[in-house]
């Protein structure tokens, strides 16, 4: 149970960090972590996967938004691409990932760290993700020092937690740091501008009065527009990425499973693209 209250407290952040480079409400991508957690967790038969909004995603999330012109018509793609990814379930698509290289599963793995480093790296210096890190580089010193003091620790907390003395707190270092930036948040507020993060810095989650205002705040699918030629191809588009991700990195935790577990890769592909549909209908960004 503690490991999983672990993932909670971790994929939090990490939900509405993928919101925010995919363009996206940022409660798209809570509606999609507790959807992941519980329609994925419930049907899939892996022991080690965790479900949830893909970051190795966010370039083509926000690719098929700009494209399609509105969120709401976005949904109704990620609700197709559910259903393509049952009907692979279906079909024994899963079996791919007993061919795919570790080259492949590296790859993978890297391509996604690399998007979020540029997505993210913008944000490290008090800055707007939308400025080209070409131009990052020319801004001297015009980033934020009260942002970047905050983010260079918690990156330097992350290297060195394992090489130090600090590795036998049972807590995860990416926890500590989360809770060390609210607090040097709050005590940076009384400080000057250069020092003080502001609200303009700050994620700036939706909030709402009750169930009944949250759930009346729920992006909605636009139903119009499903089965139009730009929908149906960026449900496939989706469908066949989001697929091969589940697969890559289900073949990944596996191999990093010390119990040494095989986890049923078409039973998988079923329960992502439940989640996804059931994602979709809430306003959620795809999982796998």
């Known amino acids: 149970h503690s490991e999983g209250v672990v993932v909670i407290l971790l994929a939090l952040p990490l939900c509405i960090a993928i919101s925010l480079a995919s363009n996206a409400p940022l409660i798209s991508g809570l509606i999609a972590g507790i959807v992941g957690g519980l329609i994925g967790s419930w049907i899939s038969g892996s022991h080690t996967s965790v479900s949830g909004p893909a970051a190795g995603l966010t370039a083509i999330v926000f690719a098929q938004i700009e494209k399609l012109g509105s969120y709401e018509a976005f949904l109704g793609a990620v609700i197709l691409a559910g259903v393509l990814k049952l009907v692979m379930g279906g079909l024994r698509a899963g079996t791919w990932a007993a061919f795919f290289p570790s080259s492949e599963i590296k790859g993978l793995l890297a391509a996604i760290g690399m998007i979020l480093l540029l997505k993210q790296t913008p944000y490290l210096f008090g800055l707007d993700n939308k400025i080209p890190l070409s131009e990052l580089l020319e801004t001297g010193f015009n980033i934020h020092i009260g942002s970047t003091v905050v983010g260079l620790f918690y990156l330097l907390l992350l290297i060195f937690w394992d090489k130090t003395a600090l590795k036998r707190i049972p807590v995860p270092a990416p926890l500590v740091g989360v809770l060390l930036g609210i607090g040097a948040v709050i005590l940076l507020e009384p400080g000057a501008e250069t020092w ?90 795809p999982i796998t």
């Open 196 to 285: 003080s993060i502001g609200l303009t810095r700050l994620v700036q989650v939706p909030l709402s009065n009750g169930l009944g205002g949250l759930f009346q705040s729920l992006p909605s699918p636009d139903y119009s527009q499903m089965l139009s030629t730009a929908v149906l191809l960026g449900a496939v588009t989706i469908a066949i990425v989001a697929t091969l991700e589940t697969l890559l990195n289900l073949e990944a935790v596996d191999k990093l499973d010390r119990k040494q577990r095989v986890s049923p890769p078409n039973r998988e592909l079923v329960a992502q693209g439940a989640g996804n549909i059931v994602s979709g209908f809430c306003g959620g960004l």
